[in-house]
């Protein structure tokens, strides 16, 4: 239900979901984003029957899949995509049971046919978050809407516009075990912020998978923390999960040429996070 006409709350993708907009106006807009969230939830949940369970009960027996739904087939391409801009170490396919991971996965994007070579099942995770973070921007910023903050859970964070003061949005990212401690603070203006970790409340969850590294089917088991803030939701994720997946030299690629949009934090006992020296990447 919405508090006013201005804000609306609601649970989708697993997580607590808010949408605020500071325009005054009071017409449907926020509804519109609200059903584009749902709508994608309902495409990528593996956690009830879904266009993305049916093709990973396909995948996992062995069977091609098509992808007739227009949401999942858009988010596996947003997969393909962030597996290539990250050299690899976003994989939505990656399980550290199995030793899966995308690249025993063919996509044809003009049949939208999708195979793979052993038995896979894709977990959409982040990348839904900010896949649907990005479809309700979209349906805001066609409604006239100029400034909004949307979040979902307090990991995944879009912005319209600037902030209703002017000027940006700030965000101050704490650490995930000690939320007294700032790791840093940002200001956004029409971007996304994703913050990743291996450590936190979060990570707790039974339901909760380690991040894999791709590239050798291992749990990532030291403590860290990863912020990405991009142009879209979606590319937040993939950057924050690709942070984490990374190793130190991968790491160092992914943050050259981004000082002050890309953050890798060792949490570690010995380790006091230290925003200038990853700056400085």
């Known amino acids: 239900m919405a508090d006013d006409p201005g804000t609306e709350r609601f649970a989708a993708m697993g997580t607590r979901v808010e949408l605020h907009r500071f325009d005054g106006r009071a017409d449907d807009a926020l509804q519109a984003a609200r059903r584009a969230i749902e709508a994608v939830d309902d495409a990528l949940t593996i956690h009830r029957p879904s266009p993305a369970t049916a093709m990973n ?8 899949a098509v992808l007739d739904d227009d949401l999942l087939f858009d988010a596996v391409l947003a997969a393909a995509q962030g597996n290539a801009d990250t050299y690899g170490l976003f994989d939505i396919a990656a399980d550290t049971r199995t030793g899966a991971s995308w690249a025993m996965v063919t996509l044809d994007a003009h049949t939208r046919r999708i195979a793979a070579e052993r038995p896979v099942a894709l977990d959409f995770g982040g990348l839904g978050k900010g896949f649907a973070l990005d479809r309700a921007i979209a349906v805001l910023r066609e409604a006239g809407v100029a400034s909004a903050l949307l979040t979902l859970g307090e990991s995944s964070v879009a912005v319209l516009g600037e902030h209703p003061l002017g000027g940006g949005w700030p965000f101050a990212i704490p650490h995930p075990d000690d939320p007294e401690q700032e790791l840093l603070t940002l200001e956004l203006v ?54 984490i997946a990374a ?12 000082p002050t949009s890309r953050f890798r934090f060792d949490l570690g006992p010995t380790h006091r996070p230290n925003p200038a020296r990853i700056l400085a990447a």
């Open 57 to 64: 009960e396909a995948l996992l027996a062995g069977r091609a």
């Open 190 to 243: 029409d971007q996304a912020l994703s913050v990743s970790a291996t450590v936190g409340a979060g990570t707790r969850a039974p339901e909760r998978a380690a991040t894999t590294r791709p590239h050798t089917g291992t749990a990532v088991t030291a403590p860290l923390c990863a912020v990405a803030v991009e142009p879209s939701g979606t590319l937040a994720e993939v950057m924050s999960t690709a942070l």
């Open 247 to 258: 190793d130190d030299s991968a790491a160092a690629r992914l943050l050259r040429g981004r």
